[in-house]
């Protein structure tokens, strides 16, 4: 007697299955692991540090309330940094990401293209 459509289905759905215990496994995937930690520790850090210093020194202190550029005090030239601040970090994540997609890319192909 021949297969239902449904158990045929499943049958192939069970050999196309990625064996996710052994990605997880794998050299590759804990590299990706490793390296994504490397950079968003430390730049995560680094923003909220950067993120709250500003609203800490301004309530707290008045070493920003100094002039910079005429009439513009350092707590102006502070808040203006903290947007290039966030549009570096963006760049360089994105940027990043590339290196990221690529181990993702190798682990995909050790897992025989599926995933």
């Known amino acids: 007697m021949g297969k239902s459509a449904s158990a045929k289905k499943a049958e192939d759905q069970k050999k196309q299955a ?24 430390p730049s995560s850090i680094f923003f909220f540090v950067f993120y709250f210093t500003l609203p800490i020194l301004t309530s707290y202190f008045t070493v920003l309330n100094q002039p910079a550029f005429g009439a513009i005090s350092w ?6 940094a903290q947007f290039v601040m966030t549009w570096g970090l963006c760049i360089l994540y994105t940027k990043r ?6 181990l993702v890319e190798k682990i995909k192909q050790e897992a025989g293209g599926r995933g």
């Open 75 to 80: 707590a102006w030239v502070f808040a203006f």
């Open 97 to 102: 990401a590339e290196q990221f997609d690529q």
């Open 18 to 41: 990625v064996d996710y215990a052994a990605v997880i496994q794998s050299a590759t995937f804990k590299e990706l692991l490793r390296r994504k930690k490397a950079f968003i520790l």
